[in-house]
């Protein structure tokens, strides 16, 4: 069950100086500052003071032009740190599923959910990189459509073990010593082409029942992915390429859907587009989604364009931090008004708690 919002669903993508792989040279950053907590909680922070309703950090196990400068940090673990210096913003960290377990991810993010209080989310990534398989030595490189059907199964095992203890299954027992009923634990019995998992989880059920699964279509494979998660992302493009999307994700069942867009934000477009130039002559931008240059009220403008194509928001991807964060907070803080100092992810999508899917099951005994 949904409930209807008007407002704009607005994501703020971070990285550690920005979406430019030359982000750091704008300002004259040194890259090591972002080793630091205090780094990465400002940048949080920042989000949420521009209305944002998640932030997402990235992850990868190979560096990128964007963090071989600086290291790439544990998105989970780094959501973690963030969590109790902000208040109203989902924490969404990266879980690449092509190499990973989902016994572990779950319990990682039920884990989140319990320290931000029920503002934890995850989205899971793939890759197809052979240095990334090497690293593993496991299996060798999938196409798309086996990353695809992979990382499907490892958010199906996820929400399995997110619901293997029921809501009431800690009793804390003080007389007989008993901290679990047994009777409300369940296995889940998984089997599938990539993964068997029995379960139960070792965590309680988090505070959300299931916390905000996220998926990035890049292609039509990818599609089946975010069909069994709570919001897609798709690269931004034509009109008529976002229609189309949008009206396949929507047969799927897909409730929320947003547009990924890169800005770089000036007080004209001209400047803006000399922006990514001066920054491209260090190092070129390469990017997967709509690079946007221009002013923030033009950036409005497309928001409220895609909305009326049929998304629900955006997950906007800063070119550079400590430039365009600013000015996303100018544009957007007045999105706020109205809007609760606290609550849960779902709270802010509009989302409703989801039952758990084995309450009414045996045991684990």
Do not use: C
């Not at 779950?106 to 989310?121: E, F, H, N, P, W």
């Not at 798709?234 to 929320?256: F, K, N, W």
């Not at 803006?272 to 946007?292: H, N, S, T």
């Not at 194509?309 to 430039?323: E, F, T, Y």
């Amino acid at each position: 069950m949904t409930a209807s919002r008007t407002r704009p669903v607005i994501g703020i993508a971070l990285e550690p100086f920005g979406w430019h792989p030359a982000a750091f040279a704008e300002v004259g950053a040194d890259p090591l500052t972002a080793t630091s907590a205090e780094h990465w909680v400002g940048l949080a922070r920042s989000a949420e003071a521009a209305a944002a309703d998640f932030v997402s950090f990235e992850d990868s196990f190979t560096l990128t032009a964007r963090d071989r400068l600086s290291g790439r940090f544990d998105a989970t673990l780094l959501a973690a740190r963030v969590a109790p210096s902000t208040t109203r913003i989902g924490l969404v960290p990266t879980v690449t599923a092509t190499h990973t377990e989902p016994f572990h991810a779950s319990k990682a993010i039920a884990t989140l959910d319990y320290v931000s209080k029920g503002r934890a989310g995850v989205l899971p990534a793939t890759t197809g990189r052979q240095a990334d398989a090497e690293l593993f030595g496991r299996k060798p490189t999938q196409d798309s459509a086996s990353q695809a059907a992979e990382a499907l199964e490892y958010v199906r095992v996820l929400r399995d073990l997110w619901d293997s203890w029921d809501d009431d299954a800690v009793i804390r027992d003080v007389e007989t010593g008993r901290f679990v009923d047994r009777e409300r634990l369940h296995y889940i019995d998984f089997r599938g082409e990539y993964f068997d998992v029995k379960g139960p989880s070792i965590t309680p059920r988090p505070p959300q029942g299931q916390p905000v699964v996220l998926a990035r279509v890049n292609d039509l494979a990818s599609e089946s992915v975010a069909a069994v998660a709570d919001i897609a992302i798709v690269p931004g493009g034509t009109d008529e390429q976002i229609v189309a999307v949008a009206t396949r994700l929507r047969a799927a069942g897909v409730t929320r859907i947003l547009g990924d867009v890169t800005v770089f934000l000036a007080d004209s477009e001209r400047t803006a587009a000399r922006r990514i130039e001066k920054l491209d002559r260090r190092e070129e931008l390469a990017d997967d989604a709509l690079v946007f240059a221009g002013t923030g009220a033009e950036l409005a403008l497309l928001v409220e364009r895609w909305q009326r194509l049929g998304l629900d928001g955006v997950r906007l991807r800063p070119g550079v931090n400590a430039v365009d964060l600013p000015r996303l907070r100018d544009t957007f803080a007045p999105l706020l008004a109205g809007r609760p100092a606290t609550g849960t992810f779902p709270d802010l999508l509009g989302l409703s708690r989801p039952a758990g899917r084995f309450a009414k099951a045996g045991g684990a005994q």
